[in-house]
């Protein structure tokens, strides 16, 4: 997907590379460009505007590493097997599902054939256990409420 191809051109890591890494290179970036190192106005703006660009990406890049997927396996794993699909929007490639427990997905690189399947599956949720959940990178959205 270009969004994460782009993100990780911004930050100058490969897709191999881990969250201590991102990390470092998130720091790195953002003691270069932080906005109160410059005086001039105009300076200072784009430094601001590349600042947001560099947080974005880092935020986005650690939401889809493996490593975050690791620790949430367990949560992911509930989801997808015991809640049922309450809806699902597809744009750009991007497949945004939400469910029932009030967690959301977005699944990239999603092809158009994949999504008007899954639009004309009999199950929904069937078709998407077995062809999108594990197919395709995804990160969570909205965080399941912890009950009180």
Known sequence: MKKIVDYRKLLNV??????KELKTVYRTLMKDCHPDKFQQDEEK????????????????????APETREQNLDTYTQTITTSNIMDFEYKQQVLN?????????EYFDVPRATY???????????????????????????????PA
């Open 14 to 19: 490969d897709k191999t590379a881990e969250l």
């Open 116 to 146: 008007i399947k899954l639009v004309n599956a009999d199950s929904p949720g069937r078709f998407a256990r077995r062809h999108i959940f594990s197919e395709f990178p995804y990160r969570n959205v909205a965080k399941v409420a912890e």
């Open 45 to 64: 703006l784009a430094a601001e505007a590349r600042s947001k660009d560099i947080i974005e990406a880092y935020h986005f890049l650690v939401s889809i």
């Open 97 to 105: 599902v939400q469910f029932f427990d009030g967690s959301a997905y």
